[in-house]
């Protein structure tokens, strides 16, 4: 112990986290991005009602605004944003945890929540939209995984 009083001990503070099983990353990531996917929209149709509901709008027509949402409109482009931000995360998440085998993980994860994703929205939305954005959510995952290897490379 070669310091002086008015020096602070030296440590260590990287501490290298052990990768995770690939399943362990692919299910948490899946559900990362599912749950909050499903959390944000459900916040973000709550705020909505409540701003229709706040510019008079009755409430049987707030509820058929909210059942025919237009998901290519400025608010429905704004969700479909704010869930690619979300699928990016994920594709962070389960890099973050497999640390190893990144790409083939986070792809493998991508087509759970692809098929995820076309199972949840049934017959609500086009086939042309549903194709589209499954494409959009698996570059946004892979994005993800791209982005924590970018990282890892720079440490």
């Known amino acids: 112990m070669n310091q002086t009083p008015y020096q602070p001990p030296s440590s260590s503070l990287s501490d290298p986290q052990k990768p995770g099983t690939p399943l362990r990353a692919i299910i948490t990531g899946t559900l990362f991005d599912l749950g909050a996917t499903i959390l944000m929209s459900m916040v973000f ?52 945890i497999v640390q190893q085998n990144v790409i083939k993980t986070v792809l493998i994860m991508a087509a759970v929540i692809a098929v995820s994703g076309t199972i949840l929205s049934g017959n609500e939305s086009t086939t042309t939209y549903v194709v589209l954005s499954t494409i959009a959510t698996i570059i946004a995952n892979m994005a993800g995984g791209v982005i924590y290897l970018n990282k890892k490379s720079r440490n």
């Open 45 to 96: 149709f709550i705020g909505y009602s409540i701003m229709l509901s706040s510019q008079g709008m009755p409430e049987q027509q707030v509820l058929d605004t909210i059942s025919n949402f237009d998901s290519i409109s400025g608010w429905g482009l704004l969700l479909n944003g704010l869930g690619l931000l979300i699928s990016v995360w994920a594709g962070y998440v389960c890099a973050r």
